[in-house]
């Protein structure tokens, strides 16, 4: 158990809607990062915030948002839906910004139909 | 841009033997990350490396990491069943991963 927990697990929803997925890193870490595996396009980074602040950002769709709150857990949300959205989607969380190893939540297993 | 690529993709290996897993990548970096995922399951980190020459033990899995030749190297030795699973590396804070190894250890 890594200490980063993410809810929900599953996740089925319709083509053209919208899902929030929440991520609470783990104690003291300030960096919370989002990833997605799908079959085709593998692991990919989407988006880190630190802090509260975004710090980079990777091949997120301009259909996806994310943020970071004050209690530093971080939702990440996907709308318009399409099938090609279907994936995992991981949280991960490290101390600093930059330099250190990232530890990964348990994922979302996102089903679009 | 940066790419990394793995090979090989796929390892069947008999139980007992050594093999090694290389990653390159195309830009420079002195940052480079190995993780273990097994079916269904999320990423565990296995070894972190951030310089030149690095090398990181943990049991049967030892890694190296040589940044002039943009290499890394995950060998194993004497592999066993627990073994199995799908090996990535990433480079970079913004971890760009590899495609990552599927090795299967047979008895």
């Known amino acids: 158990d890594s200490g980063v927990t993410q809810t929900p697990k599953h996740l089925i929803t319709a083509t053209g809607q919208r899902v929030t997925l929440r991520c609470s890193p783990r104690?003291?870490?300030?960096?919370v990062y989002w990833y997605q595996q799908s079959l085709d396009q593998g692991l990919q980074f989407l988006i880190q915030?630190?802090?509260?602040?975004?710090?980079a950002k990777g091949n997120i769709l301009e259909r996806f948002s994310a943020q970071q709150f004050p209690d530093l857990h971080s939702e990440l949300n996907l709308s318009s839906l399409e099938l090609g959205d279907s994936a995992l989607y991981f949280c991960?969380?490290?101390?600093?910004?930059?330099?250190?190893?990232?530890?990964f939540g348990p994922g979302t297993r996102l089903t679009v139909l | 841009e940066l790419k990394v690529e793995q090979n090989p993709l796929f390892l069947s290996m008999q139980e007992g033997k050594n093999y090694t897993i290389y990653c390159n990548y195309s830009?420079?970096?002195?940052?480079l990350y190995w993780y273990r995922q097994d079916p269904g399951k999320s990423l565990e980190s296995l070894f972190v490396?951030?310089?030149?020459?690095a090398v990181k033990q943990e049991g049967r899995l030892m890694a190296s990491l040589d940044t002039k030749a943009r290499l890394s190297t995950l060998h194993i030795t004497a592999a066993v069943h627990d073994l199995s699973a799908t090996y990535f590396c990433?480079?970079?804070?913004?971890?760009?991963f590899g495609a990552g190894t599927i090795l299967r250890v047979k008895s």
């Open positions: 990433a480079v970079d804070d913004k971890l760009v």
């Open positions: 490396l951030l310089s030149n020459g």
């Open positions: 915030y630190y802090n509260g602040e975004e710090r």
């Open positions: 830009t420079t970096s002195d940052r």
């Open positions: 991960a969380s490290s101390p600093l910004a930059t330099g250190t190893e990232q530890f």
């Open positions: 104690s003291g870490d300030l960096s």
